[in-house]
DNA sequence: GTTTAGTACCTTGCGATACAAGGTATTCAA
DNA sequence: TTGAATACCTTGTATCGCAAGGTACTAAAC
């Protein structure tokens, strides 16, 4: 068994919610979101956050706009819509259901 | 978009910990299981949990005994062997890892 | 003007896994 | 002996992360 596809399992659904996280602050587009999600020390692959923003945006939760670059082509940003603002709070309950869940298990019930 | 499946979503990559949390306080069979983690807000389902049992005694993180019942057939009581106790401590840090990511998203980076 | 390097967006195929539904086996009481 | 309760397990489906590969646009080098 390796650790990495572990660590991999458990990141498996938090992406969304963190990638909203990110979102709720400012705008982003692909390469931002990377990198700050890296410096959060989070992995996401290319290949995992096109289809994953193409979904928010689907689903009516995000919505992006075209910005010019000074260097290299346009680059997508993306925005929480006001549908996503709604979600993200769900999420945030979620999440603190998932921390007392967690807690609880430590505890030792 | 239901809460429902965006709350599934975020459980995913959990069960496995949460499962091990459990067992480090002491060996349970699977109804142990279901309802032990549903006492703690977490929400598992049998078609999930055979699976997932199997996979982790295949990789020797679980052990298990057969124990004879008062009422019913005898059951299987999983246990962490000493490389599931490892595996665990590992989970443990991929946790906090996690814990620091969303609170440093939270926070505004 | 053409080529090359860099940046950005997206798709395809694969493996892993949660879940619903259905199946088998054992025990005990009516 | 039959039926209900308990317990274990399998199969099929959908979803999702990820590796690999592909397309398109820009700017600088030649």
Partial sequence: MNTDNTKSQMRKGMLEYCIMLLLRQQPCYANDI???L??????VMEGTLYPLLSRLKRDG??????????QGPPRKYYVLTDDGQQALAQLDASWEEILRTVNILKMGN
Avoid at 61 to 70: A, D, I, N, V
């Fill in 38 to 43: 890296q410096d959060a020390e989070m992995i």
């Fill in 34 to 36: 990377i990198q700050k």
């Fill in 61 to 70: 939760l995000l919505g992006y706009e075209w910005r010019e670059s000074t």
